[in-house]
């Protein structure tokens, strides 16, 4: 029984919107994808980081999610900036049952369980004071209620963070989730989002407590990460 976490499938079987446009390695992407995560076994949970369907509504992402279906083991998913077809959770468990999915789960105001460890997280945002607007402050102080939320539904138990978003890259520090993480001793975060060019920028290592990991599939060359074997 393992843990593994990846982010950014980009998953387009029900639209016209490959990322084998991109080059570089999203060429034979679906592929890649197909060979990297044929480690993961029955017993096993995997953590998918956000952007994981380019479908606008789950009326067009059956497609992708019984992709992800055929993933063996416990699939929890977060939100991430691309995941337009996001609604409720209630709708996303009528979806899955409608079309013979199963062990998909949303993370998203409440926490897992895995081993003696709690999966904590949520989408997360890019959010600088004096560059933002009113929506920008919204929606980022809605994250910071669900990324809280998340963490006290863990109670005592030790805690791992999963985000779409980075919460400090090269240049950048959002020190509200930081603070959040060192509050409630976080002892790992892993996050997706950061693609090509911008694998540079990616922060990795012990900081204030918790060790970071960047998981976007480009950067994992398209294979799960293993948190815990």
Known sequence: MALYAIGDLHLSLGE??????FGGKWVNY???????????GPEDTTVLCGDLSWALGLEHAAADFSWIDRIPGRKILLKGNHDYW???ASKFYKFCEQN????????NNNCFEYE??????TRGWF???????QHDAKVFRR???RLETSLKAAGDKPKM?????????????CREILELLERYEVARCYYGHLHSDSHKLAVEGVWGGTDFRLVSADYVNFKPVTVIS
């Open 116 to 121: 003696d460890w709690a999966i904590c997280g």
């Open 100 to 107: 013979g999915f199963s062990n998909q789960y949303i993370l």
């Open 86 to 88: 996001w609604s409720t």
């Open 143 to 145: 994250e910071l209620i």
């Open 16 to 21: 016209n919107k490959s990322m084998d446009v």
């Open 161 to 173: 963070v999963f985000l779409h978003y980075p919460p400090r890259y090269k240049g950048y520090e």
């Open 127 to 133: 959010f600088e004071e004096e560059r933002s607007g």
């Open 30 to 40: 679906m592929e890649k994808l197909e060979k990297g995560m044929a480690v993961i």
